[in-house]
T-cell receptor, first 114, second 110 residues
Framework: DAGVIQSPRHEVTEMGQEVTLRCKPI?????LFWYRQTMMRGLELLIY????????DSGMPEDRFSAKMPNASFSTLKIQPSEPRDSAVYFC????????????FGSGTQLSVL | LAKTTQPISMDSYEGQEVNITCSHN???????ITWYQQFPSQGPRFIIQ???TKVTNEVASLFIPADRKSSTLSLPRVSLSDTAVYYC???????????FGAGTRLFVKA
C-alpha cells in the first residue's frame, strides 16, 4: 500500500484565496483525521470521519474551514477565504477504527498564506 | 479523554539509553497507551502501544506500572537519527478522538 497520500505537498497562496487540500486514506481504513500543526499550537485535531461521516468537527477553527469525505478513498479540507494565520502544516491520517489500529499519517501539506 | 503530561525536552548522547516518562493520572479502564515519533517535515509515526506491564518491539520498550497512571518509553542506545518529538497518547479501544499533546523533544548529540 502507498500509505496516506496528500496533495499538494506545498501550497503558497494569497490572502483571500480558496485553498483545497486533498487526502487519500489507506485502503480499508474506515476512519480519517485532519490535523493542523504549528509551532505555537502543536498538533491540533480539526475533524475526523468514521465511515465517511463527520463525527466531530469541534476542532475546526472557523466557518472558513470545511471538510468533506464523499467516499471511502477521498477527503478534502477547504479554506475559504484563506488568511495568513492559516499558514501551517496540515496532516491527514487514517486508521482502521474497528480494530483500533494505529494512526497512519500522510506527508502533510505545507500551506503558506501571504 | 485522559490528559497526559510529559517533559517538554530532553537531551542525550549517542549510545545512551533514553527514558521518557508520561503521566496519565486519569487513565480509564479501557484506555491504551500509545507512543508516536515525529521527525521534522514528516507526520507522526507509531512506535509502540501497551495496556499494562511491559511491551517490547524492535524500536523501543514500554513500561507500564500496575496502577497505569504513568508509562515510560525506553529507547536503547540512541543515535543521532533518534532526534525527534515523541508523543504519548491515551485513548480507549472504542474511541475516535486521537488527541496529541505537546510531546517531548529529544535531541541526541554526538
Amino acid at each position: 500500500d502507498a500509505g496516506v497520500i496528500q496533495s499538494p505537498r506545498h501550497e503558497v497562496t494569497e490572502m483571500g484565496q480558496e485553498v483545497t487540500l486533498r487526502c487519500k486514506p489507506i485502503s480499508g481504513h474506515n476512519s480519517l483525521f485532519w490535523y493542523r500543526q504549528t509551532m505555537m499550537r502543536g498538533l491540533e485535531l480539526l475533524i475526523y470521519f468514521n465511515n465517511n461521516v463527520p463525527i466531530d468537527d469541534s476542532g475546526m477553527p472557523e466557518d472558513r474551514f470545511s471538510a468533506k469525505m464523499p467516499n471511502a478513498s477521498f477527503s478534502t479540507l477547504k479554506i475559504q477565504p484563506s488568511e495568513p494565520r492559516d499558514s501551517a502544516v496540515y496532516f491527514c491520517a487514517s486508521k482502521n477504527q474497528i480494530r483500533n489500529e494505529k494512526l497512519f499519517f500522510g506527508s502533510g501539506t505545507q500551506l503558506s498564506v501571504l | 479523554l485522559a490528559k497526559t503530561t510529559q517533559p517538554i525536552s530532553m537531551d542525550s548522547y549517542e549510545g545512551q539509553e533514553v527514558n521518557i516518562t508520561c503521566s496519565h493520572n486519569n487513565i480509564a479502564t479501557n484506555d491504551y497507551i500509545t507512543w508516536y515519533q515525529q521527525f521534522p517535515s514528516q507526520g507522526p509515526r507509531f512506535i509502540i502501544q501497551g495496556y499494562k506491564t511491559k511491551v517490547t518491539n524492535e524500536v523501543a520498550s514500554l513500561f507500564i506500572p500496575a496502577d497505569r497512571k504513568s508509562s515510560t518509553l525506553s529507547l536503547p542506545r540512541v543515535s543521532l537519527s533518534d532526534t525527534a518529538v515523541y508523543y504519548c497518547l491515551v485513548d480507549n479501544t472504542g474511541g475516535f478522538k486521537t488527541i496529541f499533546g505537546a510531546g517531548t523533544r529529544l535531541f541526541v548529540k554526538a
